[in-house]
């Protein structure tokens, strides 16, 4: 079947010789009877998840025949994102609603959504923001897509699960910002300091904060590329940040991708050393997202747009390294991440101890830039299919369009005097080996080690 | 007699928390061995690496931090910072609510299932079977079904303390001596009356211990909950505390959920108390 077909209809095929419909005589008039401009790429997110939902064409054609094709149409698009947010992201205009609510978890990733509470950034777009403390990420997915929040703060590959219905019911979610790039650290219990090579980590137990996290994927990809089976060789666990340094300290695992502070507080109380930053991985990974549920931006696209007009002015301000004393007094208090002040600035200046017993300084440790790149979807989609969490044929680019904002955030952008980049998507460096977004197959083909068939 | 053994026993309870004060100091006096440090990198870590004091606060810690909590209980900073005083009335808040809902449900439907042997036995294994389940495992199906965290948590209290209610409900009005109910039918009280004034001082007791365990069970469900969905509340304090490894404030937690939890408990055991009769 070709991309941009009707996939509710019954006698399509997937895979044809000639035309694929059999209502044109050749592929050439079938072509251009295609639907053009958003209409196609509905029909391309149509089709990528018909495909999800029915691997097997056989099950598919089943499918069709015995409900009709209106009944399909109606049953899939109620709980896929076939339509479009468009042009929701309007002009500047009056907030439909002025108190919002936005969860966060209590991490430095956070920065830009915490700080913009303290630091007058949501009062300057006439916003009156309540940001909630959230117990984990599950419970911020539940609490987002209740309707509690109006907007989250979501680890980056998070919305693409949602959307996708991956652990979750699937309700379309965008990013149109992401909050923080790099900013992760590997840290290993203080008794492995002299066992730094991942040649010898087999039996680890190693945390992770989620298992739609980059964290998971950066972390696997790390282990695969040194020999090691993250599914066999090592058992990887699930663990709330708060709970990591904690379990680090009880002996109940060796170590842990984790987002920043907590790593940090696990070398501030002496239990554990960094191995290597998560920009050693890969630099300029992004880790956590704005994430807002495409429904609401339909229903009040002027407060979403205002809500993210004071993140991008946030997360301007917090990508200059001489504001970051700053912001790590503003949001280190009870109200907000609740932790020790230095902690929070070793993060934030890359002035930090690495619990070896020397001072590193890496001003790159964390930075913000909001923008949401459609290629580091491409990448997490990968990543996603690579272990298995996604099955079948996934379309990437339209999936990366839908949920990574990009187009939008750059016009928003361009309004506030801030200057985007001019591509929506990049190719990037990750261990050594480059992404073109453009081939996501052959890029998941070049792993030895991987669960996708 | 009585008078010397609760005196010998209030003194031995004194002796015994002198004791566990005094382990306690001294179990985290110690300090761990540390490396030297440059001043550089020290001045960067926390005093547990650099010091060797024990992570774990002593009495005098706690007792700064309970003092620092009952001087200013009712402050509020933002909805994520709040006094302790205004995070227990939270949680009571919700437990009221909760537990209130469950007895207007396990009392009359219990009296109901009592009188009827039939619809006590029928009813029985549902009840078995729901009664044992965790207040952690309602919460992804409340969440789910109610969308609503606060609504959920006070489900989560209702549905948990709902089952000793009823259970004790069913014993005590099936336990109803057979001579009363024999008394009351020769004297042709109408059935409402018999409820009233035969069944119900007669089950009294029983349900009053039903509504005691109950209240127990509700104020060890409010604190999981909060943990769970977070926001306000004695659970969600502990929660945070935890997140900023905080764990004098985590014990200071401790005890004042304690001290509350007692309360509830001595209030409905006055109440029980009151309604107990002599056979």
Not at chain 1, 72 to 86: D, E, G, I, M, Y
Not at chain 1, 145 to 174: C, Q, R, W
Not at chain 1, 289 to 312: G, Y
Not at chain 1, 411 to 431: I, N, S
């Amino acid at each position: 079947m070709a991309l941009f077909d009707n996939p509710f209809d019954a006698r399509r095929r997937f895979a044809r010789g000639g035309c694929s419909c059999g209502a044109h005589e050749t592929q050439a008039a079938h072509e251009a009877a295609r639907p053009t401009g958003d209409a196609a790429i509905e029909r391309a997110v149509e089709a990528t998840m018909m495909r999800a939902l029915f691997p097997h064409q056989a099950e598919r054609r089943a499918f069709l025949r015995s409900v009709g094709l209106s009944t399909a149409a109606a049953a899939v698009s109620q709980f896929l994102p076939t339509k479009f947010v468009a042009e929701a992201f309007a002009e500047a205009g009056k907030p439909e609603k002025t108190d919002l609510k936005v969860g966060f978890i209590p991490i430095t990733c956070a920065t830009p959504i915490i700080m913009a509470k303290p630091m007058g950034f949501y009062e300057k777009q006439g916003l009156n923001v309540d940001v909630v403390k959230t117990a984990g990420w599950a419970v911020v997915r539940d609490k987002t897509l209740n309707k509690e929040y109006d907007a989250a703060h979501m680890l980056a590959p998070m919305p693409l699960a949602i959307t996708m219905g991956l652990g979750s019911n699937p309700v379309p979610f965008a990013v149109p910002a992401i909050e923080n790039v790099n900013g992760q650290a590997i840290c290993l219990a203080n008794k492995h300091k002299d066992n730094r090579d991942p040649k010898n980590w087999k039996g680890f137990k190693l945390a992770i904060p989620f298992d739609y996290s980059n964290h998971n994927y950066l972390l696997r990809y790390y282990l695969a590329e040194h020999g090691i089976d993250p599914d066999t060789d090592v058992q990887l666990r699930s663990v709330p940040p708060p709970e990591m340094v904690a379990n680090l300290r009880a002996d109940n695992i060796d170590g842990f991708l984790a987002p920043d502070n907590v790593v940090q507080r696990a070398v501030y109380d002496g239990v554990g050393f960094i191995h290597i930053l998560s920009k050693e991985i890969w630099d300029g990974h992004p880790c956590c997202s704005f994430s807002v549920a495409q429904d609401t931006i339909r229903e009040m696209p002027n407060a979403t747009a205002a809500l993210l007009r004071a993140i991008l002015q946030a997360t301007a301000y917090a990508s200059k390294t001489e504001n970051r004393k700053e912001i790590a007094a503003a949001i280190a208090p009870a109200n907000y991440l609740n932790q020790p002040v230095t902690v929070v600035e070793q993060v934030l200046t890359g002035t930090y101890a690495d619990g070896l017993g020397s001072v590193k300084k890496d001003p790159k440790r964390v930075a913000f830039d909001p923008f949401p790149y459609e290629s580091f979807a491409i990448w997490t989609l990968t990543q996603m299919k690579r272990w298995g969490q996604i099955k079948g044929d996934v379309d990437y680019a339209a999936v990366a369009k839908q949920v990574y904002r990009a187009t939008d955030a750059a016009r928003l952008m361009k309004q506030d005097g801030l200057t985007p980049p001019e591509a929506t998507t990049k190719t990037f460096v990750v261990m050594g080996k480059t992404f073109d977004p453009a081939k996501p197959e052959e890029y998941l083909e070049s792993f030895k080690i991987k669960r996708a068939s | 007699m009585q008078r010397t053994l609760s005196l010998r026993a209030g003194i031995l309870s004194l002796a015994l928390l002198a004791l566990i004060l005094l382990g306690w100091q001294v179990a985290v006096s110690g300090s761990a061995r540390t490396e030297v440090m440059d001043p550089e990198y020290a001045a960067l870590m926390g005093q547990t690496a650099t010091t060797g004091k024990s992570a774990m606060p002593g009495p005098l810690d706690v007792g700064a931090t309970i003092w620092k909590h009952l001087k200013d209980p009712f402050y509020d900073r933002g909805p994520n910072d709040k006094g302790i005083g205004v995070q227990l009335a939270y949680s009571i808040g919700r437990v009221a609510l909760g537990y209130g809902l469950a007895v207007l449900v396990a009392i009359p439907v219990g009296f109901l299932i009592g009188m009827s042997p039939l619809m006590s036995r029928a009813l029985d294994p549902y009840i078995q079977i729901l009664k044992p389940v965790s207040p952690l495992a309602w919460m992804p199906l409340a969440l789910y079904t109610i969308k609503d965290s606060s609504l959920s948590a006070i489900f989560v209290i209702f549905i948990c303390s709902v089952w000793p209610m009823l259970i004790n409900t069913v014993f005590g009005v099936a336990g109803t001596r057979k001579e009363w109910l024999n008394v009351a039918r020769t004297l042709e009280v109408s059935p409402i009356r018999r409820a009233f004034t035969v069944i119900l001082p007669a089950a009294a007791p029983t349900i009053l211990t039903g509504m005691r365990i109950s209240i127990g069970i509700a104020w060890l469900v409010i604190v999981a909950a909060e943990m769970l969905v977070g926001g306000t509340g004695i659970g969600y304090f502990v929660w945070n505390e935890w997140n900023n490894l905080s764990i004098t404030n985590v014990i200071t937690s401790i005890l004042v959920i304690g001290l509350v939890g007692m309360v509830l408990d001595q209030l409905l055991a006055r109440a029980q108390r009151l309604v107990t009769f002599p056979e």
